[in-house]
């Protein structure tokens, strides 16, 4: 997130970073609005409660995790309320279309290089996963669910940093953060829980 770019054969690894971002996961967007399926997402007639207890066994500090409320979206991004993490990464939710507001964090330091992170072994999703440097969830807050200049978004972002890699947020200020794009992500949880259960369907805002 630094200003400073050092530069290899005349383009910027967080360029090149951004084109690959907008050419490989940008696909089926637009400048003014999401073209995602055209079916809407009701939360009042969604099923929240799965017959099985997916998170049975599960790290008890995670497994609280997934009580937080996020935000749900409708196919435009529009937030129409708000249900849990859990509820939000069922299978027969998302195929019932429910969507869910998220986002990915790409940091560089003045070398332009990527802080990657490897996914800790008792997360319910993507265990041991390396990922990129933070990936998470606005919270249905009133900071957080701010949509101008996506201030709530980067509030977000700047909280989880802190809490997963102990970065303070005085060195993640928020007029650091450059969005790129919003992608519709969805894809099985692995490994397999056996029931198909675990899944994520959400908008992903990604910056750096």
Do not use: W
Not at 58 to 68: F, I, R, T
Not at 89 to 111: C, P, Q, W, Y
Request: proline content about 2%; overall charge positive.
């Amino acid at each position: 997130m630094q200003n400073k770019a050092k530069h290899h054969h005349g383009i910027s690894l967080r360029k090149m970073i951004k084109s690959k971002v907008l050419q490989k996961i940008g696909k089926g967007l637009t400048k003014s609005r999401l073209t995602f399926t055209e079916r809407l997402c009701s939360c009042r007639h969604i099923q929240m409660a799965s017959k099985v207890d997916i998170l049975s066994g599960s790290d008890k500090v995670q497994a609280k995790l997934m009580e937080e409320n996020i935000i749900l979206v409708n196919d435009n991004d529009r937030n129409i309320g708000s249900a849990t993490k859990k509820e939000c990464h069922l299978l027969e939710n998302i195929n019932k279309g429910m969507l869910h507001r998220a986002f990915s964090v790409f940091l560089f330091n003045t070398d332009e290089q990527l802080l990657l992170q490897q996914r800790s072994d008792a997360k319910i999703t993507y265990p041991g996963h390396f990922t990129n440097t933070c990936c998470s969830h606005p919270l249905c807050t009133e900071k957080e669910i701010e949509e101008l200049g996506q201030i709530g978004i980067k509030r977000a972002a700047q909280r989880r940093l802190n809490q997963e890699l102990g970065i303070p947020v005085s060195q993640t200020p928020l007029e650091k953060f450059h969005y790129l794009t919003r992608i519709l992500y969805r894809a099985d949880n692995v490994p397999s829980d056996g029931l198909k259960s675990k899944e994520t369907g959400d908008v992903d805002y990604t910056m750096v």
